[in-house]
């Protein structure tokens, strides 16, 4: 009897055990693997499929015959890198590579699928080179934006792709930012900005000026999509004039008004919108609450991606890339648990072919669920955000670490993301908060975040935490706070404010002087810089504001251990200023982890650099979190 007693007793401990294992640890690299195939794409006749395979530490140029399955390498890269290229007809494709320089010097190929025949357009290039429009004109021009004239301006040219001349199409009078052909190829479209104010100017056709259709503030959105191919002087944009979200409308080009109201919704903004060539129409917006979601404007095109749906149940999916008569797709799929697979999709035959997984590395059952929160601020504001939670753990008493996004702008998205599931996969509970100032909640959520940098966004992270130990999700000692950018900037704010929510942080690129900053800011985008004093600050006449928010200036304020990573080549980030804050932290004994990363065009160079990164930082959360 006793004997049975105690063979129950360590049946019931070996479950209980079973129940609160430990996750399995997962080795840095497997997150942040670099893909062996990428960037698919099909040739306009939906016969040929290309992509990027890595080969010699290189990603190469590959075609292969959909019909035969045959594959011909187009490219044999040694020094370059290839930073984009496409289709430009069924035969041939246009190719881009850059040198991990700082200058990036570029090279433009045009070649044949079956590699025959390949000309070189250009060659060690300092200017940067835009694609507006990419398929063939008169069977030899392609349109694109450059500003070799002058490096602080795109004009557009003709590029000829059969001996690389370049014949100026539209000289740029020094304040368009933007671009854009009809469905034919004509330059119908100049958007210019005086750096706070956008103007959409037009003209029919390409012997007449340009003129102004309508102004807006830039906190209002007017985005083109396409041009009405069955109604002369149409666009199809995304828009939020006279409205706080976004909708998608027909604009009357003559006059600047609303046409036609396509898609709208007092409480979901259109993030995007897309236009079939083929069926010469709108077919479908998306919209982004805390997902993202199809909203369709096409029968025929709801019926089609309905099949695509059933085929991929339990997944979220994007079509990247489709043919001319929208019969093969390039679909792309992912959850928040797994960063997905491509597929190739034959709509005649209703199937769906493998092509390759983003990261067979990662196991979707090893994942954390990425889960949509909202709280309100101290004035009020509703934020929304994402919260991970470590697999296998209680939610109580959680190690956390906040993640506020880059910006300005931008946002945070629901999906696979491979920085958070390695944090939780390490034992951290993951914060990320769309604070005031992000994208994609409205014109007045935008808008109250302007000048917000030093005080109410970080006052909306802050809360963040409070919400989650009030609830208590999260250990109130052993909180960190790590992010890129302007989300680095906002972290390295909040930590040396606020020593009794944070114990340590870090930043990745992050920007430590407002006034470097906007300084740093390309000579192409020089046009928007207004627009930058309206967002960060004005450095002649906020000069006191933008001192008070820059953590460079406040060094001996900081306390809590800190943690920064820079790279030596990026053009936007001063690492000499960055250096010299280091060593004034350490001149305070602020202990410091510091770590310099490259972020080139080579894949394999910045899988190296990015290991060494995170590893740097598991040690440094490890040690002041874990050990607290």
Known sequence: MLKRIIVLVLIVLVWACKGFKEEKIIPVDDFFKTQDKAYYRISPDGKSLSYLKLRDKKLDLFVENLASGSSVQLTHLTDKSISFYFWTSNNELVYYTEDDSNDRKSDLFVINKDGSRQVQLSSNEKTRLR????????????????????????????????????????????????????????????????????????????????????????????????????????????????????????????????????????????????YSRTKRKMIFVTCETWKKNKFYLDESTKQTYTKIEKLLPGSEWRIMDKDKADGVFVVRTFTDRNPGSYYLYTASQNKLKKLTDINSSI??????????????????????????????????????????????????????????????????????????GSSGYGKAFYAAGLKQWSDKIQEDVNDGVKWLVAKKIVNPKKVAIYGNGLGGYIALNCLYKNPDIYACGGSNSGVINLFSYLKTIPPFLKSNLQMYYEIVGNPVTDTEYMRFASPVFHADRFKSPVFIAQNPKDPRVNVAEGVQFIKELKKRNVPVTYIEKEEGPNWVIRQQSRTALYKALEEFLHNNLNKR
């Open 363 to 436: 196991k979707e059952e090893d994942m954390s669920e990425m889960k949509p929160i909202c709280y309100k601020s101290k004035d009020g504001l509703k934020i929304n955000g994402y919260l991970t939670l470590p697999k296998g753990k209680k939610a109580t008493n959680l190690p956390l670490v906040v993640v506020p996004h880059n910006g300005p702008g931008l946002r945070n998205s629901w999906g696979y993301n491979a920085d958070v599931q390695f944090l939780a996969n390490r034992g951290y509970a993951v914060l990320q908060v769309n604070y005031r």
């Open 131 to 274: 694609v507006i429009e990419d398929q063939l004109i008169d069977d030899k021009y392609i349109i694109v934006a450059s500003n070799k004239r002058d490096s602080t301006v795109f004009d557009v040219y003709r590029l000829n792709v059969r001996n690389g001349k370049m014949d100026i199409a539209a000289k740029n009078p020094g304040n368009v930012t933007e671009w854009m052909t009809d469905n034919k190829g004509v330059l119908k479209i100049a958007v210019a900005s005086d750096g706070v104010n956008e103007t959409l100017f037009y003209r029919e056709n390409e012997s007449q000026p340009f003129s102004p259709v309508i102004t807006n503030n830039f906190e209002t959105t007017l985005q083109p999509i396409a041009f009405s191919e069955d109604e002369p002087n149409v666009l199809f944009a995304i828009s939020n004039v006279n409205r706080d979200k976004n909708a998608l409308v027909a604009l009357d080009l003559k006059t600047g008004k609303e046409k036609q109201v396509l898609f709208a919704n007092d409480t979901l903004n259109v993030v995007d919108a897309k």
